[in-house]
């Protein structure tokens, strides 16, 4: 039986504990690489953590510790980004880093492109696909392009959407006027964002839809669909409980996305079906693991062994697509269920230990302990800078 290689981890937060659980469960050995001791996916049962500089902070210190960590471990090596910054890196030194690991990586020329909003509904918008009303602003710092109110100003550079989050407590503004929107648009730049504007599309929480896969050269071989249940905050929040689904609509959408492009990684496509038109319109393109992809695995197709098995070089044949009708639910929204039993009785009738990814695991809650501790302090945080 051939040895699994080790698979390295860049990411501490949550997107890197998650990623990190599906490949241990999968039997694979997991390195996580964090950036300081308060990062949760560094603790999880079963994995080695370790704490090196972001790339942002010192690059060449990152690069030269990755470097001295593969020495140590015998056999195939594979490095996945689990994070914008870190997809980036990961393009832009793809030479050094292949001398010690396998990898997905994107080109340096793609991995820039998609990680501006704005470049994503160009591209959307040459693959056939709806989007709604959007603009930058202009050298004059005002709207290139009439919006229609009501509209959401959110943060244009991917990289930026989680610090913009951790700042504003929120992913969007909302805006109703244009003096609101004059507002808004100084408040981000202020915070040392670049804004993005976009009309709302008529609908609801759980009319956004994701197409995950994982792909290589813009071929996807495992794909996984889902729908948002709920999101936090509402609306126009992160996903906090989604379902799997097929939808041949959303099938095409993503893959006509993904056939322009020379992508690949794991990737996560949001769209939202607009209730006025029925269509489903573009929102974004996030070039990363996305929350709640682990769901793949119990769904049959497992995203991010997909991408290690390919960082390998394995020749994978058609597409395979995620079962229907499996759930994830975030932490935090599992955790407010125990203390209010009222909340999301419905959906709890639904969910069940054979169809839904563990939510909690006793034995292996030292990062959701740590996890508590970080929001409690984010908070705090935010309460003495108000």
Known sequence: ???????????????????????RDAGYPVVVIGYSKNDIAIRAKGVTGRILPLPQQDSQSLLAGLVGLAG??????????????????VSHNREELSRQFKMLACPLEVMDALLDKWNQLQMAVSAGIAIPQSSILDENNAPANNVRFPAVVKARFSPKSMPFRDALGEKVIVVNTDQELRKACNRIIGLGFKPMIQKVIPGVDYNQFLFGASVKDGMPFAVCMAQKLKADPQPYGSGVMIRTIYHQELYDAGMRFLRQINYSGICDIEFMRNWDTGEFQFIEFNPRYGLGQRVSQMAGVSLAETAVQLAMG????????????FYWVYFDEWAKERFMPWRNPFLRQLRNSNNTARIFDIGDCRPEIRHMKNIADLKLKRIIRN
């Open 1 to 23: 039986m051939m040895m699994k290689p080790t698979v390295f981890i860049l990411e501490g937060n949550f997107l890197g504990l998650e990623m990190a659980r599906e490949l």
């Open 314 to 325: 394995a020749h994978l044949g058609e597409p395979r697509i995620a079962r229907s009708g």
């Open 72 to 89: 140590d471990i015998p056999g195939d090596r594979v490095l996945i980004g689990a994070s914008d910054g870190y997809r980036r890196w």
